[in-house]
């Protein structure tokens, strides 16, 4: 690993790092879904910084180059990340489905109470 891809690794996780927090001040983003961003920018500070981390993992997975194996590993996040928001999103789905069931009992409920009103 050159000199100069360890130095924008760096920069780049400390950035996202940065931005990971600028979100959760902020309130863009909950706690729950950035720690899966913190663990990556803390996993690329190891890689840049720990550039022999990434050599033993390389051959321990048996990958040509060392760059493949950070891609790799990148697009296992990604999916990770991906699976965890499907399931949230089912979540708020299943949720929202209870919901509009509540709101149309309640809808109902209030309908024979104004017709009971005015019947009375």
Do not use: H
Request: hydrophobic content about 60%; charged content about 15%.
């Amino acid at each position: 690993m050159t000199l100069q891809f360890q130095a924008c690794m760096l920069v780049g996780a400390l950035a996202l790092l940065v931005i990971i927090f600028i979100f959760l001040k902020k309130g863009l983003m909950t706690v729950k879904y950035s720690l899966l961003w913190l663990g990556l920018s803390i996993v690329l500070v190891i890689f840049a910084a720990c550039p022999y981390v990434v050599y033993v993992l390389r051959d321990l997975l048996d990958v040509e180059m060392p760059v493949n194996l950070v891609f790799l590993l990148m697009f296992c996040f990604v999916l990770v990340v991906l699976l965890s928001l499907s399931i949230a999103i089912s979540q708020l789905a299943e949720k929202c489905r209870r919901l509009t069931q509540a709101n149309a009992i309640l809808e109902k409920r209030v309908r024979d109470l104004e017709n009971r009103m005015q019947s009375k």
